[in-house]
C-alpha cells in the first residue's frame, strides 16, 4: 500500500505526522509560515484520510519508509504521529537529520499498563464501528486533553472537527487498534540510541505529556525540551506561530531556541 501523501512548499526536506484522527492537511493551516523554507510531505496515515486501514505498526513503519523522500529529511510528528516519528529514527537513523517530537511518548513500559491500554483501545475500536463518525468525534472531542483547543478561532476549529469527519469508522478502528499506544512496542530503553538531534515540544497546560518529555529529555543524548506556554496538547495548533519557530530552530540542529517557547535547553531537567 502507498500512503496518500499531502505535499507543499520549496526548500528543505520536511516530513510532518499526524495525530489520531487527523490526515496529511492537518498542518495547512502552517503553509504560509513554511513553504518558503520547506519542502513538506505530510502522509496520511494508515487508518486516516484516502490511506487504507492500518494492519500493524511494523507494516505502518515499513509503509513510512516507502512513501516518504529517499534522501534525508527532518521529521516532526505529533501525538501518534510522534511515536511513529520516533520509531523511524531509530529504525533508519540514516533517514532522519533531525526530530521534533509534540506531545509523543515511547510507549507504555509497564505490561500490565500497555495491556489495559489496548483493551480500552479495542473498546473505543469497537464503539467507532458501532457509533456514527460524527458520534465518534463529538465523544472524542469531549476529552479533557483536547479541551483546549475549544479555544481555537472558528474557522480553525470548523477546518479540524472536517478533517476528524473524513475519517472512515474502519480507518479509525485500525488505527486504534495497531497504531495505539498499546500496540507499539514500548521504546524507552532505545532513548540513548537516538543520535540525531532531538526537540521534544509539549504544551504547559498539557501536564502529563510535558511530564514524559521530561523524562525523555533525561534519557536522549543532547535533546533539548520546550514547553509552549498557554498551550496545551494541540501546539501546532493552539501556538502555530511559536510551533513554526521550532521547526526553523530544528532545521538549524537547536543551535537557539526561541524565547517564547524556551524551558530547558538541555538534557538535564
Known sequence: ??????????GEPLVLLHGFTGAGSTFDHLREALAARFAVTAPD????????????????????????????????????GARLALAFALRWPDR???????????????????????????????????????????????HPRLQSLRDLPAPLAESLR???????????????????????????DELPRVRCPVLLLAGERDAKFSDIARRMASAIPGARLSLVTSSGHSPHVEAPERYASALEHVSDNMEEISDEVRVDTGAQV
Open 45 to 80: 496515515l494508515p487508518g486516516h484520510g484516502s490511506s487504507s486501514p492500518a494492519t500493524s505498526w511494523d507494516d505502518a513503519l515499513i509503509e513510512l519508509r516507502t512513501a516518504l523522500p529517499a534522501r534525508s529529511f527532518f521529521l516532526a510528528g505529533y501525538s501518534m
Open 1 to 10: 500500500m502507498t500512503l496518500a501523501l499531502t505535499t507543499w512548499g520549496s
Open 162 to 188: 472536517k478533517r476528524r469527519l473524513s475519517n472512515s469508522a474502519a480507518g479509525l478502528a485500525s488505527a486504534l487498534r495497531h497504531l495505539g499506544a498499546g500496540a507499539q512496542p514500548p521504546l524507552w
Open 96 to 142: 532522519v537529520r533531525s526530530l521534533l517530537l509534540e506531545s509523543g511518548s515511547p510507549g507504555i513500559a509497564d505490561p500490565a499498563e500497555r495491556a489495559q491500554r489496548r483493551a480500552d483501545d479495542e473498546q473505543l475500536a469497537e464503539l467507532v464501528i458501532r457509533e456514527s463518525v460524527p458520534e465518534f468525534v463529538a465523544r472524542w472531542e469531549r
